[in-house]
Structure formats: structure tokens, C-alpha cells
């Protein structure tokens, strides 16, 4: 079987497009009970329609340290087991984590089982050779990019799922593998935005800076822009100079919004940042007012130094880039729920440093969570 795959890894979510399959889920796993009821063979077809919140998985790959089991997504959250979830203060790069591979390997693999018990109606082993565009951290890439590549090329990864009336395993072979930079792909998407996408990045331009008299078709074709990815283990600030990604001018901030949903859980008492993370996504009703309001007083209190960290990097960016910065744009899954704090500071800070009335493109995470993948579709499709 031959798939082609862009995945992005994130602190917080993964977002994947496996052959068409579109998926979001929480980068979350645990390892499931002992005492566990095998799927038997006439529950099968529902245990394949959604596999990824019903797999129990282990792994025999070079790239995997640990031979637990795991089960990831929904199952994982409701497990009331503890769950492996990306530190967002202990800063293993994700390039040298385990629960990288093995979100990764379960992607692909739970997709390729899928795939198969559709088109032949049995359980059965497969193989498969993956063409994957992926991301890093801007950091993690200048650092890391070549042992990451390395390790997930050399070898064959087996994914056994533990879960059915018997084994199954999927073998995974990688062909061709680009690794680029967090925010990189996501101005990719931005560069090839349609018109549907277009107007609402118009909208949302306008409805804040409605002072610039500037073509949305002139902000999409700047040359010279700054990227502010806030994801939920890091900020990444994507460079682009002359149309082209500048590496060296580009950086990645080591804390992200899973920092401040840290500190405000254990301001508020909750469990865990995903609980908080979850409930912001979801749209604010009359009864959920008092509880929104609430985590939003506790997001601005923690959030001056988050801030400042922010606007130092802007100054360190725009040094680099000389006048000649022409746009900035904001995205990520931490924009939606920081835009209150952020815009207006960002907004001064950049007309403070810059002569220029640089445009700012702030877009709703509803949107922008996803650009990173959407630049690696691309991506992946011209392999």
C-alpha cells in the first residue's frame, strides 16, 4: 500500500491528512487497563469506522523506545488513566520524543488498517511505503532535522494492534520524508489561499485595522513577512525575505499557550491544561459565560511575561529584516483564546519599532490551527 501523508505534530493536537482522511485529535496517550475486552469478529466494522479513538497499539521500531501499549484520542481522555502528553516545561525537543513516533506511527498505521479491511473485508497484516512532509519547531529543525529524518527512515516500524480476536501488524517503510519548519508551512497555505479563505482574511483584517487601505491581494503578496505560530508548546517566528524562508532570521520562542493554560489550571484547580484547552474551543453560551470569564481574567493575569517574550522576538525579527517588513501574520491554537491580551500590544509594539504601518493579519484559530497542515498538503503532493 502507498500512502501519502502530511502530519502536524503538535503540542497540543494532531492534525493529520492520510490519503484524504482528515483527523484532529488531542497529542495525548495512555496505556489502557490490563483487564481489556478484545473486540471480537462481528464487532469488528464499528471498531474500524473509528479506529482512531478505539485502537489499542504497541510498537517494534528502532525509533520507539518503550513496547507498552497505548490508546490515543477520546479512549485516552476518558481512560481515567494517567496520560502521556507533551511536557510543556520539561522542553524535550519533539524531535527526541517518543510520543512523536509514536502519534505518528499511529496515524499512519491506523489509517493503512482501515484502508485494507475496507477494500478486503479481512483482518489482515500490510505493508506500507509512506511519502510524509511533516514539521518542527524553527529551532528543532536547525537542530535536530537530520537525526529525525534519519531515524524514522532507516529501518522498518511495526505497529501491532492488540486489540481484535488477533494481532495485526502493519509495517511501515518511509520513501520520502521533508521535515520543514513550524509556521513555514503554515505562510505556504497563506500564499495559496482561495478565494473563500481570502475573504475571510480580508474580514478579519479590516475588522482591525480598518485605518490601512490595503488589497488583501497585497498583503498575501508581500514578500518581506513575519509569522507568529502560537502553538501550545512553543511560538514559532517564521522570517520570509524576498519571498523565500529565512532559517537564520526565523526563531521559535521555548514557551507556548499550554504554559499559560498550565498556570491557569492550577490557578482554577482543574485537572489538567487540556480540560481548559477542550472548553475554549467550544462556543460560549449563556450558561457557560461565568466559567469563560473566569479562565479569561486567569489567561491575562499570567500573561504579561508570555507577552513580553513575544514583542522581544518581533524586535529581534524585525532588526534582522531591516525596514523592509511588509506584513505580519498571527495563527495557531493559542491565537483565538489570546487575541484579547495580544493584538492591541503586538499592534503597538511593531508601530514602535517599524516606520512602517505594517499590516497585521490576526486570524481565528477556527482557521488557523489547520494552516500548518494545509502547507504540508501542498507540500506533500508535489513529492
Request: hydrophobic share 40%; proline share 3%.
Amino acid at each position: 500500500m502507498k500512502i501519502k501523508a502530511a502530519i502536524d505534530l503538535g503540542n497540543g493536537y494532531v492534525k493529520a491528512n492520510v490519503n484524504g482522511e482528515v483527523l484532529s485529535f488531542p497529542s495525548v496517550v495512555a496505556t489502557p487497563k490490563k483487564t481489556k475486552q478484545e473486540v471480537s469478529k462481528a464487532d469488528t466494522e464499528g471498531m474500524i469506522d473509528n479506529l482512531i479513538n478505539k485502537m489499542d497499539v504497541s510498537f517494534i521500531s528502532d525509533a520507539v523506545a518503550t513496547t507498552k501499549n497505548y490508546i490515543l484520542n477520546e479512549q485516552a481522555l476518558s481512560s481515567g488513566r494517567p496520560l502521556l502528553e507533551f511536557n510543556v516545561f520539561d522542553k524535550v525537543p519533539k524531535a527526541q520524543n517518543d510520543l512523536t513516533v509514536i502519534l505518528l506511527l499511529a496515524t499512519l498505521a491506523q489509517n493503512a488498517l482501515a484502508t485494507a479491511y475496507k477494500e478486503t473485508g479481512k483482518l489482515e497484516n500490510v505493508e506500507v511505503g509512506v511519502k510524509l512532509a511533516t514539521a518542527l519547531p524553527i529551532e528543532e529543525i536547525k537542530l535536530y532535522k537530520t537525526a529525525f529524518v534519519k531515524k524514522l527512515a532507516q529501518g522498518e516500524h511495526k505497529v501491532i494492534f492488540n486489540n481484535f480476536h488477533k494481532k495485526i501488524t502493519i509495517t511501515i517503510n518511509f520513501e520520502n520524508i521533508m521535515a520543514i519548519s513550524e509556521g513555514e508551512s503554515a505562510q505556504y497555505a497563506l500564499k495559496l489561499a482561495n478565494e473563500q479563505f481570502k475573504a475571510v482574511i480580508e474580514k478579519e483584517f479590516h475588522k482591525k485595522q480598518p485605518e490601512l487601505d490595503i488589497s488583501i491581494d497585497d498583503i498575501l503578496g508581500a514578500k518581506n513577512t513575519l509569522g507568529i505560530d502560537i502553538g501550545e508548546g512553543t511560538v514559532d517566528l517564521p522570517v520570509f525575505n524576498d519571498g523565500r524562508f529565512n532559517q537564520e532570521a526565523s526563531s521559535s520562542i521555548n514557551v507556548g499557550f499550554g504554559n499559560l493554560l498550565e498556570a491557569v489550571a492550577e490557578d482554577l484547580d482543574y485537572p489538567s491544561r487540556k480540560t481548559i484547552s477542550e472548553f475554549l474551543q467550544r462556543e460560549v453560551s449563556a450558561i457557560t459565560k461565568n466559567k469563560y470569564n473566569k479562565i479569561m481574567l486567569a489567561l491575562e493575569d499570567n500573561s504579561e511575561d508570555f507577552v513580553n517574550t513575544i514583542n522581544k522576538a518581533i524586535t529581534k525579527a524585525i532588526t534582522k529584516t531591516g525596514e523592509n517588513l511588509e506584513a505580519i501574520f498571527v495563527y495557531g491554537g493559542g491565537a483565538t483564546p489570546l487575541e484579547s491580551i495580544l493584538f492591541d500590544r503586538i499592534k503597538a509594539h511593531v508601530s514602535a519599532a517599524s516606520d512602517n504601518d505594517v499590516p497585521i493579519v490576526y486570524l481565528d484559530s477556527q482557521y488557523s490551527r489547520m494552516l500548518n497542515l494545509s502547507g504540508l498538503v501542498a507540500l506533500v503532493e508535489k513529492m
